[in-house]
C-alpha cells in the first residue's frame, strides 16, 4: 500500500504531469488523424460510386429510335449523247459517245424529271460540245465532267434535285 500512495504523489509532482499531458495530446493528434482519414476514404469511395451509377447504371427508361429504312434510290436512263468534240490543232474530229444515268431520290422524281429532259439533253449537248479529248483523260477529267454535268441537270429540272450524274459508258475516237 505504501507503494500505491508513493506512485499517487509522483504522479502530482509537475514532472509527471508534465509528462502526462505531452502523451494526452499524442493520442488527441492521432484519433483526429485517423477520423480524417477515415472521412476523405469515405468520401472518395462515395464519390467513386456515385460516378459508376451515373455513367454506367443502365437508364430503364430509355427507349432507342427506330431505325429508318433508307430508300434505295431510282434511277433515270438518258438518251445515248454523241457530240463531236472542240477541235484539236491537227485539224481532225474526235467524237464522244456517252451513255449517262441521273440518280434520284425516289421514282416519283424521276417521273418529275422526265418531261424536262429536252432541257437537259440540250445542256448536256451545249457543255460537251466544248469538252477537248485531253480535257476528258483520267479519272480526274471525269469526276470534273460528272460534277460539272450534275449541276447543270439540277439547274434544268429546278426546283427538283438529282443526286448523281452517273456514267454507264464513255468512249472518246
Known amino acids: 500500500m505504501a507503494k500505491a500512495k508513493k506512485k499517487e504523489e509522483e504522479a502530482d509532482t509537475p514532472e509527471a504531469q508534465g509528462e502526462g499531458e505531452a502523451a494526452a495530446p499524442k493520442k ?5 488523424k485517423l477520423i480524417i482519414m477515415a472521412a476523405a476514404g469515405v468520401l472518395v469511395l ?3 460510386a456515385g460516378g459508376w451509377f451515373f455513367f454506367f447504371h443502365a437508364k430503364p427508361h430509355e427507349e432507342k429510335p427506330a431505325p429508318v429504312a433508307v430508300k434505295p434510290p431510282a434511277f433515270l436512263d438518258m438518251p445515248e449523247v454523241v457530240v463531236n468534240l472542240s477541235s484539236t490543232n491537227n485539224g481532225r474530229a474526235q467524237y464522244l ?8 431520290t425516289d421514282q416519283k422524281l424521276a417521273d418529275e424529271i422526265k418531261p424536262v429532259l429536252p432541257r437537259v439533253m440540250d445542256a448536256f449537248q451545249t457543255y460537251l460540245r466544248e469538252m477537248r479529248a485531253n480535257d476528258l483523260e483520267g479519272s480526274a477529267g471525269l469526276y470534273r465532267v460528272r460534277d460539272e454535268l450534275t449541276k447543270r441537270v439540277n439547274l434544268a429540272v429546278a426546283p427538283s434535285r438529282i443526286n448523281a450524274v452517273l ?3 464513255i468512249v472518246v475516237q
Open 97 to 104: 459517245k456517252a451513255r449517262i444515268v441521273l440518280e434520284v
Open 167 to 169: 456514267f454507264k459508258e
Open 46 to 48: 462515395g464519390s467513386a
Open 28 to 32: 488527441s493528434f492521432l484519433s483526429k
